[in-house]
C-alpha cells in the first residue's frame, strides 16, 4: 500500500485516495525523486534475521554495583516496513523482548536508492522486574515483577543513520504503572561482506510512579531495609553508549559481541539505593552467536 510521486507531483497525488487509505500515483521517469507512503500492510511474508544466544555480564540490578553472569536470547527479526521482534541488547531501557508493527511508513528515495524512511506504530515489550533476593541491598523493598507493556515508538532511519523514540508503561512495583520514555542513535557500517560493526547512544526519561517504583523508598521500606526514606521524582534518568560487532563466520552463521556504559542521573543517581549502596555508572557485555536466515 504506497503513493509513489515525483517531488513536483506530491501536493496532487495526496489527493488520489485509493483501498484502505493508501494514495497512489506514478511518475515513469528513471532516477527520478519519489516519495513513498503507506500503511504497514506487507504484500508477502517474508521475514528476515537472526537468532541465537548470548552470555555476558550485567549489573544485579540497575544501579548495582555487583555484577552476575547471565545467558539472554539475541533476536532480530523482521518483516521489512510491516513487523520486528527484537531481544535484549546492552541498553537495559530495550527490555528483554519488543515486538513492534509498522503501522505507518513514509519513505523519500531517488532512483532506486531509499534515502530516508520514517516509521511509527504500536510496540509491546517485556522488561524483566527486580526481585529482592538478586542483591542483599535490596532486602526490604519487595519485589517488581517483570511486565509486558503495550506502547508505541517512532522511527527514522537515513542509511547508516538510525534514530528512535519509545514509549511504553511497565510495572513499578507498589507504585502502580509507570512509562518509561526511551531515545536512542545508532550509526551501522558494514567493513566487508561479513563484518558490521554499530554505535549508539540511549537516554530515558520515567515519569513520577516509575521512578518511585525503582528509585524511591517509602516509609515503610525504609523501616525493613535501613535504607532512608526517599521521593524519587519524575526526571531524565539516563545516558548511555553502546559498542556492537558481528562477524559472519560460517554461511548463516553469525558471532556477535556488545558492551554498554550506561550512567544514571538525577533522583536514580541520588537514589539511597544507587548512591548508598550501589553505583550510578553501570556496565554490560554481551558475547553470543546467532543463525541468519
Same mark, same amino acid.
Do not use: C
Given at each position: 500500500?504506497?503513493?509513489?510521486?515525483?517531488?513536483?507531483?506530491?501536493?496532487?497525488?495526496?489527493?488520489?485516495?485509493?483501498?484502505?487509505? #493508501?494514495?497512489?500515483?506514478?511518475?515513469?521517469?528513471?532516477?527520478?525523486?519519489?516519495?513513498?507512503?503507506?500503511?504497514?500492510?506487507?504484500?508477502?511474508?517474508?521475514?528476515?534475521?537472526?537468532?541465537?544466544?548470548?552470555?555476558?555480564?550485567?549489573?544485579?540490578?540497575?544501579?548495582?554495583?555487583?555484577?552476575?553472569?547471565?545467558?539472554?536470547? +539475541?533476536?532480530?527479526?523482521?518483516?521489512?516496513?510491516?513487523?520486528?521482534?527484537?531481544?535484549?541488547?546492552?541498553?537495559?531501557?530495550?527490555?528483554?523482548?519488543?515486538?513492534?508493527?509498522?503501522?505507518?511508513?513514509?519513505?523519500?528515495?531517488?532512483?532506486?536508492?531509499?534515502?530516508?524512511?520514517?516509521?511509527?506504530?504500536?510496540?509491546?515489550?517485556?522488561?524483566?522486574?527486580?526481585?529482592?533476593?538478586?542483591?542483599?541491598? +535490596?532486602?526490604? +523493598?519487595?519485589?517488581?515483577?517483570?511486565?509486558?507493556? #503495550?506502547?508505541?515508538?517512532?522511527?527514522?532511519?537515513?542509511?547508516? %543513520?538510525?534514530?528512535? @523514540?519509545?514509549?511504553?508503561?511497565?510495572?513499578?512495583?507498589?507504585?502502580?504503572?509507570?512509562?518509561?520514555?526511551?531515545?536512542?542513535?545508532?550509526?551501522?557500517?558494514?567493513?566487508?561482506?561479513?563484518?558490521?560493526?554499530?554505535?549508539?547512544?540511549?537516554?530515558? %526519561?520515567?515519569?513520577?510512579?516509575?521512578?518511585?517504583?525503582?528509585?524511591?523508598?517509602?516509609?515503610?521500606?525504609?523501616?525493613?531495609?535501613?535504607?532512608?526514606?526517599?521521593?524519587?521524582?519524575?526526571?531524565?534518568?539516563? @545516558?548511555? @553508549?553502546?559498542?556492537?560487532?558481528?562477524?559472519?563466520?560460517?554461511?548463516? %552463521?553469525?558471532?556477535?559481541?556488545?558492551?554498554?556504559?550506561? !550512567? +544514571?542521573?538525577?533522583? #536514580?543517581?541520588?537514589?539511597?539505593?544507587?548512591?548508598? !549502596?550501589?553505583?550510578?555508572?553501570?556496565?554490560?557485555?554481551?558475547?553470543? @552467536?546467532?543463525?541468519?536466515?
Amino acid at each position: 500500500m504506497k503513493l509513489i510521486a515525483t517531488t513536483a507531483s506530491i501536493a496532487a497525488a495526496l489527493l488520489i485516495t485509493g483501498p484502505l487509505g #493508501a494514495v497512489h500515483a506514478q511518475d515513469a521517469a528513471s532516477g527520478s525523486r519519489t516519495v513513498s507512503v503507506g500503511i504497514g500492510i506487507p504484500d508477502s511474508i517474508d521475514f528476515q534475521g537472526s537468532v541465537g544466544v548470548a552470555a555476558g555480564v550485567v549489573p544485579d540490578y540497575e544501579g548495582s554495583n555487583d555484577y552476575a553472569a547471565a545467558a539472554l536470547p +539475541l533476536i532480530d527479526i523482521s518483516q521489512p516496513g510491516f513487523l520486528f521482534l527484537k531481544g535484549a541488547s546492552v541498553n537495559p531501557n530495550d527490555g528483554l523482548a519488543t515486538v513492534g508493527w509498522n503501522a505507518f511508513n513514509f519513505a523519500y528515495s531517488v532512483g532506486s536508492e531509499e534515502k530516508l524512511r520514517l516509521s511509527l506504530g504500536p510496540l509491546a515489550r517485556y522488561s524483566g522486574g527486580r526481585d529482592q533476593d538478586d542483591n542483599d541491598a +535490596l532486602n526490604g +523493598l519487595g519485589d517488581i515483577d517483570g511486565s509486558v507493556g #503495550a506502547g508505541g515508538f517512532f522511527e527514522a532511519n537515513a542509511g547508516p %543513520w538510525s534514530a528512535d @523514540v519509545t514509549v511504553v508503561p511497565q510495572d513499578a512495583g507498589d507504585s502502580g504503572d509507570g512509562i518509561l520514555v526511551a531515545f536512542g542513535a545508532k550509526y551501522t557500517a558494514r567493513l566487508n561482506d561479513g563484518f558490521v560493526v554499530s554505535t549508539g547512544i540511549s537516554s530515558s %526519561w520515567g515519569d513520577d510512579d516509575y521512578m518511585q517504583g525503582f528509585y524511591g523508598v517509602t516509609s515503610g521500606q525504609a523501616a525493613s531495609s535501613g535504607l532512608a526514606q526517599f521521593d524519587a521524582d519524575s526526571g531524565l534518568k539516563d @545516558v548511555g @553508549v553502546q559498542l556492537g560487532a558481528s562477524y559472519e563466520m560460517a554461511e548463516n %552463521w553469525l558471532v556477535s559481541g556488545q558492551a554498554g556504559y550506561q !550512567r +544514571l542521573l538525577n533522583d #536514580a543517581a541520588d537514589s539511597p539505593l544507587v548512591d548508598d !549502596r550501589g553505583s550510578p555508572h553501570q556496565f554490560r557485555a554481551l558475547f553470543g @552467536v546467532a543463525y541468519r536466515f
